[in-house]
């Protein structure tokens, strides 16, 4: 399977939120590949806006399930978010279940205006009624399949296709 150029997917998200970001928003990368994708399009941005990163994994309904993982750090969100556009950063769409978590992580600290939901794909396998806002692609994978984004060797990023033997 020929995997989507993830450089090019994150200059096309890039623009997309020039397109709608002003000074009432926040950009807040879901950990890990949002808030790669956060630093990579900062600098150019046409906006200077706050900006944080939000750790779901207390907050997942599968928590149980999954524990923590040990890249995760704290989630940092040093702005006011009481009614303000927050522009939410997800590298890959599955579920639902992350973007869920993250909105109640996000109400923890304040009532925004609104919450749009940025993403590079979507795996078109929603299971809650949530969906992305700004996708820039959508593609099919086996439920066994797990798209990650990575920094290669030559500091570019990329997709890797994993399989999980569940």
């Known amino acids: 399977m020929n ?6 997917l994150i200059e096309s ?3 997309k939120i020039n397109e709608v970001i002003d ?3 926040v950009l807040i990368g879901v950990q890990r590949g949002g808030e790669l994708i ?3 399009i900062l600098p150019g941005l046409r906006n200077t806006v706050a900006t944080g990163s939000i750790d779901t994994s207390f907050y997942r309904d599968d928590f149980s399930s999954r524990g923590l993982k040990i890249k995760n750090k704290p989630s940092k969100i040093d702005t006011e ?3 303000k556009h927050i522009i939410l950063i997800d590298d890959v769409f599955s579920s639902g279940r992350t973007v869920r978590a993250a909105m109640n992580e996000i109400f923890d600290y304040g009532r925004p205006d609104k919450i749009t939901l940025a993403v590079l794909i979507d795996r078109n396998e929603q299971e809650l009624p949530i969906a992305p806002q700004i996708c820039i692609e959508k593609i099919s994978l086996n439920k066994d399949q797990n798209l990650e984004l990575i920094l ?3 500091k570019k ?3 890797q296709l994993k399989e999980s033997h569940v």
């Open 81 to 83: 978010i009481n009614g």
């Open 23 to 25: 000074d009432n928003t």
């Open 38 to 40: 956060l630093q990579k």
């Open 157 to 159: 990023f990329a997709f």
């Open 152 to 154: 290669d060797e030559n």
């Open 3 to 8: 995997l989507p150029n993830a450089e090019n």
């Open 13 to 15: 998200l890039k623009n």
